[in-house]
């Protein structure tokens, strides 16, 4: 099911799919626009090589005027927004990863889902910004900006 309406298009939307394809890059390199999302969270001034979901979602939405959680854990953004009962295109999807309980997650903004998997916009999916497809069962919730 795709929610998507081009009117109402979040702008923070438009500034994700314009950065399509920004990698993380091979040992002994980094790519810096990397670590200039991580610039945006507690992860200033740290490489390519750590989890940067968490830090691209929050550079996407700064760059829209919207402020993030600024922190670098998936999980955090449990306490930012207000919670969707049903996504929306451009909601942020916060993911469990590993263990429902554990800290560790995974977050990207909301494109469309079917019946087995929501697919996902956003950073460090297979080390780049990219459409990546993750299991229904692991989406702990929706969120949306409070002034938005």
């Not at 979040?10 to 990698?23: N, Y």
């Not at 922190?71 to 451009?90: C, F, K, N, Q, T």
């Not at 942020?92 to 494109?111: A, E, M, N």
Request: glycine share 8%.
């Amino acid at each position: 099911m795709d929610t998507r309406d081009i009117t109402t298009e979040p702008a923070w939307m438009r500034i994700a799919i314009a950065e399509r394809g920004v990698k993380r890059f091979p040992a002994g390199d980094t790519n810096p626009r990397i670590v200039e999302y991580n610039n945006q969270t507690n992860l200033a001034g740290y490489d390519d090589k750590v989890s940067w979901c968490s830090s691209f979602a929050n550079w996407c939405l700064i760059n829209a005027g919207i402020r993030g959680t600024g922190s670098a854990v998936a999980r955090s953004w449990l306490d930012w927004g207000i919670a969707l009962e049903r996504p929306v295109y451009g909601c942020i999807v916060v993911l469990t990863r590993d263990d429902p309980t554990s800290w560790k997650g995974h977050v990207g903004f909301y494109l469309r889902h079917d019946a087995q998997d929501v697919f996902l916009f956003g950073g460090n999916q297979l080390d780049e910004v990219r459409e990546l497809a993750y299991p229904l069962a692991s989406v702990l919730s929706y969120r949306w900006p409070e002034s938005f």
